[in-house]
């Protein structure tokens, strides 16, 4: 079945600083999905892209499609410590089955 | 407040033990999941059911039985056969197809 590959797997930043994460796929994906997941806690569902070259802003949270609908990224604006946590990227396969990528855990110098 | 119920939060069992995960939710979701998580990795589907009575393997169901007899519970088991059960288990619902899916604050099991 289709596979996401997430990058990177880790990344430090200090507090202020921007954060991006990218999701990779080799074939053409319906939708992508994106959680976040604080330490010890779920995931929680941020958003979901569908259009090709969609871009959706939460705050200082981007969301982007990519135009071939193959990759997205989420970028973080001016990190705070309340971004500290693990963002996935999800596919959804099939009917309703979601499949997750490795996730990036992001971790913050305040 | 509508949400997921998963219980209990720690779990500790002795090796060769069957144990049963309870997951119970008020969204009035038809679709229901079960996901494990190990230290530091992705989540990895279980187990899915989109309708009661009704459920299907993903694509770590070795050692794992499930039963969907009412629509909002989706218990796990987890069986003697599951080689590496120490984990952390997920329950996740949805209302429709491709839609975000709700999870529940998960289970950490442990295996001694």
């Known amino acids: 079945g289709q596979q996401v590959m997430q990058i990177p797997q880790y990344q430090h930043v200090q507090e202020g600083e921007d954060f991006t994460t990218y999701c990779n796929s080799s074939?053409?994906?319906?939708?992508i999905q994106w959680y976040k997941q604080r330490p010890g806690g779920h995931p929680v569902f941020l958003i979901q892209?569908?259009?090709?070259?969609e871009v959706k802003k939460q705050k200082r949270l981007t969301f982007q499609f990519g135009e071939a609908k193959k990759n997205s990224s989420l970028h973080i604006t001016a990190t705070q410590t309340t971004d500290v946590g693990t963002y996935f990227c999800?596919?959804?396969?099939?009917?309703?089955?979601?499949?997750f990528g490795q996730g990036t855990r992001l971790t913050i110098n305040p | 407040d509508g949400g997921i119920t998963q219980s209990p939060k720690y779990l500790f069992r002795k090796e060769g033990q069957n144990v049963t995960l309870s997951c119970e939710q008020n969204?009035?979701?038809?679709?229901m999941y079960w996901y494990r998580q190990d230290p530091g990795q992705g989540l990895r589907l279980i187990y899915y059911?989109?309708?009661?009575?009704?459920?299907q393997k993903g694509d770590i169901a070795e050692g794992y039985s499930v039963s969907r007899e009412k629509k909002e519970s989706f218990p796990l088991t987890v069986t003697s056969a599951q080689k590496n059960p120490t984990a952390f288990y997920l329950c996740?619902?949805?209302?429709?197809?491709?839609?975000?899916?709700?999870f529940g604050s998960g289970t950490r099991l442990t295996v001694v």
């Open positions: 059911s989109q309708i009661v009575n009704d459920f």
């Open positions: 892209l569908v259009k090709s070259g």
């Open positions: 999800a596919l959804i396969q099939g009917a309703q089955k979601l499949v």
């Open positions: 969204l009035n979701h038809d679709a």
């Open positions: 996740a619902s949805s209302l429709r197809q491709r839609e975000g899916y709700t």
């Open positions: 074939t053409t994906l319906s939708n």
